[in-house]
């Protein structure tokens, strides 16, 4: 199978600091990454597409100075939420396609972020 | 943008009972994807069933089946011999199979609830 890892699983900050979330796929290569944001009871709402080597490609309205995505190799991404506030608190999903044109995403477990 | 609609937000089910998931979809697209995912309690996103437009036979996977109508632009979900364990957030997402980048749409999610 694709699997697909998240560390941390859980994380609490403070206010004012900054957090990394990996997204590792563990039994292929990533050719492409997607970051989620879930709020509870909520859909996914895709942040950012990263592709391996290049910037991400942020949707409208998220803000690539606060949510720092870099997709440095086939198998790792990583976003960092800099300076968390409370209403960063959430839930965040990524997602890897092995190649360009699959239709097929493989989910990891999900990060929640609580920002106090 | 493509939209996909959840026009139920929460079903219920008896034990061993058939259920059906309402999922329309709005696309100007003549190719794509359809899935439903499965998203329990621990958050993880599992994929339950894709459909490919071009095909017109639903498709079917041993107690999930779909009714795909492509001019209505309709995508259920049937649940034979619910068991407990279905019991989860259910999403349908839509991709589009021609466009660059090739997001998913997630609907706004049916929370399912299994009655013993």
């Known amino acids: 199978g694709a699997v697909v890892s998240q560390h941390p699983s859980w994380v609490i900050c403070k206010s004012g600091t900054s957090v990394k979330i990996e997204c590792r796929s563990l039994d292929f290569q990533a050719t492409t990454m997607f970051w989620y944001r879930q709020f509870p009871k909520q859909s996914l709402m895709l942040m950012a597409t990263?592709?391996?080597?290049?910037?991400?490609?942020?949707e409208q309205g998220v803000e690539k100075d606060k949510f720092l995505i870099n997709h440095a190799s086939l198998t790792l991404s990583t976003l960092t939420v800099t300076s968390a506030h409370p209403e960063d608190s959430s839930f965040y999903i990524c997602?890897?396609?092995?190649?360009?044109?699959?239709?097929?995403?493989?989910f990891g477990p999900g990060t929640r972020l609580t920002v106090t | 943008a493509q939209t996909v609609t959840q026009s139920q937000p929460e079903m219920s089910v008896q034990e061993a009972e058939t259920v059906t998931l309402s999922c329309t979809y709005d696309t100007s697209e003549s190719d794509y994807y359809l899935f439903w995912y499965k998203q329990p309690p621990s958050r993880q996103m599992i994929l339950v069933i894709r459909?490919?437009?071009?095909?017109?036979q639903n498709a079917t996977e041993n107690r999930f089946s779909v009714n795909f109508q492509k001019a209505a632009k309709s995508f259920s979900l049937k649940i034979s011999d619910s068991q407990l364990g279905d019991a989860a957030m259910y999403f349908c997402a839509y991709r589009s199979a021609i466009s660059a980048g090739n997001q998913f749409y997630f609907g706004t999610g049916t929370s399912l609830t299994v009655i013993p």
């Open positions: 997602s890897a396609r092995r190649v360009p044109t699959s239709y097929e995403q493989y």
């Open positions: 990263s592709n391996e080597g290049s910037k991400a490609t942020y």
């Open positions: 459909q490919e437009a071009y095909k017109q």
